[in-house]
């Protein structure tokens, strides 16, 4: 059977780096890079009616990806993330407010797409209340759910972030995010001493964490993978992460076991951190044995 409609939902924003601009947000690119590994995606965000938003449609319909989700705002602006990239390529981000996806609204037919599919979500997006209102419908409806944390400072919210958990069945973090939801939590600050109490308190069934250069690992349907990094050469590290949860997704739901499921999600991410921007352009079978 072919895997489940995936509804990417939050921020589109221009990641403004020194070496020009590069459309980004979390959802957006991992909706690329599913629709690109051939799995069925649809992005539900919103831009605002400027230059950068009519630049955002022609980058996302040029990723094949269907616009019919987007929304356009009249009164905000199409979001930005400010990025300074370091000499390690890691990238940090100032997130100018109010952006149009602060104004994001749960639409007819984003409800429809995402009834009985997949919704992935982070905390970005619910830095406000309506947009906040508008992602909690879309989850509510859907059949499985994959909250992929995404904290960013200063909007890394304890109370919207918990209670994501608790509507998630799939949890991806990063290991600086493992320790902030340990101390949040009271446990060790190890993926090994989260992953009991994220079963035990929010009913996690699945946990990827991302250790950057240490490889990453997975609890899933009874399984537990340890994956080492594939080398690279970094030029950014901006999108690794949504390259990685597309590909360890698509896979999954592929029917492919998790151990090869994290191999092919290492290599993308790979590949991704050798590149300028988070949706580099590149063959799929290629990431595939």
Known sequence: MPPPLIV??????????????FLGGAPLNVAAHLARLGTEARLVSRIGDDRRGRAALERIRALRLDTRLVQRDAALPTGTAEAVV????AASYRFPAPAAWDALTAEPDAVAAARGGTVIFGTLAQRCAASAAAIGRLVEVAA???FDANLRAPHDDRDVALASLRRARFVKLNDDEVRVFARWLGTDATADAL?????????????????GARGSRLWHGGDYVEQAAEPAVVVDTIGAGDAFLAMLLAELLRGSPAKAAMARAARLAAYVVAQAGATPDYDAASFRD
């Not at 370091?86 to 390529?89: E, F, I, L």
């Open 8 to 21: 990417c939902v939050g921020e589109t924003l221009w990641d403004v780096l020194p070496h020009g601009e």
């Open 86 to 89: 370091d000499r390690a390529g």
């Open 144 to 146: 499985w759910t994959v």
């Open 195 to 211: 992953w009991p109490r994220l079963v035990a308190e929010f009913g996690t069934g699945s946990l990827c964490v991302t250790e």
